[in-house]
C-alpha cells in the first residue's frame, strides 16, 4: 500500500508563529489590531533574524 504524506502547515519564510495562531491565544483586542498584528509581525522578523544568525554562525 502506498503512503499518502501528510502536508503540514508551514509558516512563511521569515515567521516563526504567524499572527493567525497567535491571535487565537489573546484575549479581545480593544484597540487597533493592525497595530497589534504589525508590532507582532516586526518581532517574529527580528526573533527568526536572530535564530538564523546563531546557527550559521557556529
Known amino acids: 500500500m502506498e503512503s499518502i504524506p501528510i ?33 507582532w509581525e516586526d518581532n517574529e522578523a527580528l526573533a527568526y533574524l536572530y535564530i538564523w544568525q546563531v546557527l550559521l554562525s557556529f
Open 7 to 39: 502536508k503540514t502547515p508551514r509558516p512563511k519564510p521569515g515567521v516563526c508563529i504567524e499572527w493567525d495562531e497567535k491571535r487565537k491565544d489573546l484575549p479581545d483586542i480593544r484597540g487597533d489590531e493592525d497595530l497589534f498584528r504589525r508590532i
